[in-house]
């Protein structure tokens, strides 16, 4: 009765959902997720202790405005492991403040049904690059932290993409779009000073809407095939504009003018044995001539109660993870270094390489809706790390572990 009277609510201060009696009109659907986390590193040399965090915390609306256009909005509240005051206050001493809560939104678009196998979709999404980045949701995924090909992929950005999920009933699947460069999400290889500018000549914006880019782009596309469960495989590539700043605090740095990164990726599940693998590589990473990043892992998962070994009380999911990240490339090893401290790209020296074995288990409260509760412990054994903790704030590449660490986490999602 609750959730139908916030849905009820949600939908009326909705216009593309409120406005007039439309046969055509679905009633919007409510949800999101929640996951708290516990964490704790080993072999560091200072003070050691289980830190708690609210890891991914997610609200969305979604539903038909009318037949052919549908809606979808997500907002997040991530990373709430810290007041705003002690984040804006307390720094490591080398003038970087600690990194606390992230909210905003998320995703907002709209999807446009052209032709049963042409769709065309607008706003701010995920960019075709990637098949864990983009299709494994936040809530659905076998391991607590994403792979470290996060850090190769392009995250979110406001654009238009054109896709299909089944092309004339084939099982092929793409997608395909143009960006704005400067809009992508924090946290990839397509963000940082280098990389974009975000408006060019003439006035900055009219009335709130921007009216004239810098004429920096990126790129995407995916391709992919998907005939049953049990196997998936899709390429992907991205080019973009790179800013070509040569100078960056007082250092030159020797700037791309295009940055460019592809992956391939496998997945699928045989009845309960649940596996996926991915490469990825990019150069010019960070916007930084003649350097480049690359990326594989493989993981394995057996679902137990799929498999028919356990009841559906005992909903066990052994899972492992092996990864490999490395940077490498020919440029200056002074300007890399000065710049990686910049640009919060620690350890980016080349020829560095960081492995992470990840270990854990995943329980299912429900094994009907594996979801909407589930408790996940992850264990990373860091080797090659040496390297990234000398970079000076031991931080790797997105979501890589330079020490071991223990990883609890329980999601409850609607």
């Not at 880019?213 to 973009?240: E, H, I, K, Q, T």
């Amino acid at each position: 009765m609750k959730k139908t009277l916030i849905t009820a609510a949600l939908g009326l201060a909705l216009p593309t959902v409120a406005i007039a009696d439309d046969p055509d009109k679905h009633q919007p659907v409510l949800f999101g997720y929640m996951q708290i986390a516990g964490s704790q590193q080993f072999g560091t040399g200072g003070p050691e202790g289980m830190v708690f965090s609210g890891n991914r915390i997610r609200l969305g609306v979604k539903g038909q405005a009318v037949r052919g256009v549908d809606y979808f909005f997500h907002y997040k509240w991530d990373r709430l492991w810290q007041s705003s005051i002690l984040n804006s206050t307390y720094n490591n001493g080398q003038g970087f403040a600690l990194p606390g809560a992230n909210a905003g939104v998320q995703d907002a678009y709209l999807d446009i049904h052209l032709h049963p196998y042409l769709s065309a979709q607008a706003g701010k999404f995920r960019i075709p690059l990637g098949l864990e980045r983009v299709q494994y949701s936040g809530m659905g995924l076998p391991f607590i932290q994403r792979s470290m090909t996060q850090s190769l992929g392009g995250n979110r950005s406001i654009g238009v993409m054109l896709h299909s999920p089944n092309l004339y009933r084939t099982k092929a699947y793409y997608a395909v779009g143009i960006f704005d460069n400067h809009s992508v999400d924090a946290g990839s290889a397509f963000n940082s000073y280098n990389v974009a500018l975000p408006v060019g000549g003439g006035q900055t914006q009219v009335g709130g809407v921007m009216s004239n880019g810098s004429g920096r782009y990126l790129f995407s596309a995916m391709v992919g095939y998907r005939p049953n469960r049990m196997f998936n495989v899709a390429l992907s590539g991205a080019r973009a504009d790179a800013a070509q700043l040569y100078t960056l605090n007082g250092v030159r740095v020797p700037a791309a003018k295009e940055i460019d990164a592809w992956t391939i990726g496998i997945d699928g599940n045989i009845h309960g044995l649940k596996y996926l693998a991915e490469y990825a590589s990019v150069s010019s990473y960070g916007g930084i001539e003649g350097l480049g990043a690359s990326d594989w892992y493989v993981a394995g998962l057996a679902n137990l109660h799929e498999m028919h070994l356990t009841p559906d009380w005992l909903d066990l999911e052994p899972a492992i993870r092996f990864e490999q990240f490395q940077v490498r490339g020919n440029a200056g090893l002074g300007a890399v270094t000065k710049a990686a401290r910049v640009t919060s790209m620690a350890g980016m020296v080349n020829g560095a390489t960081l492995d992470n074995l990840t270990l854990g288990v995943n329980y299912y409260f429900n094994p009907k809706n594996p979801n909407a509760a589930k408790v996940q412990l992850n264990y990373v054994i860091p080797s090659r790390s040496s390297a990234w903790r000398a970079a000076g704030r031991n931080i790797g590449p997105g979501n890589g572990y330079v020490y071991n660490t223990m990883v609890v986490q329980f999601q409850t999602a609607f």
